[in-house]
């Protein structure tokens, strides 16, 4: 007796195998069905839904920002998230650190020959959902199969199109002596979240990743003084203290970080202390930074704290005109450390 390869029907399609094959990267049948039965299904909305070759948009008066990032974490799917909403975030996030409202976003699929196709439903159903908490519509997108060993599982491309907030500007060349430096939320989850998923290490209490679209968050700040915020980033790959040190060297003056300022869950700081990795450089993806006139950084902190992408926000830090382009940390003792950043890639793959 021959065993028959699992297979199931989709309604209205040809027969679809429990695994994305090359057929599914072929433009015929099986690739219409796949777009159709997965794509469709998580994404549909009147734009995508003809299926043309680009999307017709009609944006509203203002500039526009655009973006696009290349999401290959490893592993695809861990506490608190996986690659598909880590996609759909990490552009919104990008888009809205230029003060952008998100609007659009396109999605570019690799996928290995042989990857089990309930978990690319699995992962756009999460960008499904994703999209739709952060208010964008995915528009356009692309499907490649590459042959077992052309990539590893699933790669996703996003690129996203945003309007920015009408008379707001920032970027570190607004940033003055006296700032101060505001971080929206403990600093560390999804960097340590990907290396407990890697099995690596093992801890009772679970660190789930902070994966997040920000762009209400921002547009609530903006609302509340957009006048008084200099520049904004979202602290993914690198971390807090990667943007602080471009932060520094941008504008030419220095950064020095308050003692016991920075917030740090006790299980990341354990995690981070067990590797012998400071959290300043551990790569998040739902928590951001920004730099603010110093009489409204307190009211910016109480923002954050109102929103629930916000709870844990702190003032870690002073713009200052002595040590120009170098970020420190002024211990509990009044002495000054120098803040290097590391060398490479402390967690490669984490987004």
């Given amino acids: 007796m021959t065993c028959e390869p699992r297979v199931r029907v989709l309604p209205g399609s040809t027969a679809v195998g429990e695994r994305v094959t090359l057929g599914h990267g072929s433009g015929g049948r099986m690739s219409a069905d796949l777009i159709r039965e997965v794509f469709l299904t998580a994404f549909g909305n009147d734009c995508l839904n003809r ?9 509203p008066p203002g500039r526009l920002a655009f973006s696009t990032d290349t999401f290959v974490v490893d592993p695809i799917f861990f506490p608190g998230g996986d690659i598909g909403d880590l996609a759909v975030n990490g552009t919104v996030n990008d888009l809205a650190m230029s003060g952008a409202v998100p609007r659009w976003l396109s999605a570019g699929f690799i996928i290995e020959e042989g990857f089990p196709l309930a978990d690319l439903e699995r992962i756009c159903a999460s960008m499904g959902r994703a999209a739709g908490e952060a208010g964008v519509e995915i528009v356009t997108g692309d ?3 590459v042959g077992r060993g052309g990539c590893d599982r699933i790669f996703i491309n996003t690129a996203g199109i ?5 008379g707001f500007d920032s970027g570190p060349e607004f940033i003055r002596e006296g700032d101060r430096v505001v971080v929206s939320g403990p600093i560390g989850s999804h960097g340590m ?4 998923a890697r099995g690596r290490m093992s801890f009772t209490s679970e660190i789930k990743s902070d994966t997040a679209a920000l762009s209400g968050l921002v547009a609530e700040l903006i609302a509340a003084g957009g006048n008084d915020i200099r520049a904004m980033r979202d602290a993914t790959r690198g971390g807090v203290g990667s943007v602080l040190g471009e932060f520094a060297a941008a504008c030419g003056r220095g950064i020095i970080l308050f003692p016991d300022a920075m917030p740090v869950a006790d299980e990341v700081a354990a995690a981070c202390d067990l590797l012998g990795i400071d959290p300043l450089f551990v790569a998040n993806e739902g928590r951001m930074v920004f730099v603010t006139a110093p009489a ?3 009211a910016f902190v109480a923002v954050c704290r109102g929103h629930r992408h916000g709870a844990g926000a702190a003032v870690i830090g002073e713009v200052v005109s002595a040590y120009p382009g170098r970020l420190l940390r002024r211990t ?3 002495s000054l450390q120098l803040i290097t950043c590391p060398t490479g890639e402390l967690l490669p793959r984490i987004c």
């Fill in 51 to 59: 299926l043309d070759d680009s999307a017709r948009l009609d944006p």
């Fill in 332 to 334: 509990p003792f009044g």
């Fill in 296 to 298: 409204a950084a307190e």
């Fill in 143 to 145: 499907t490649k199969v």
């Fill in 162 to 166: 945003g309007v920015i907030a009408a």
């Fill in 193 to 196: 979240a990907v290396m407990m």
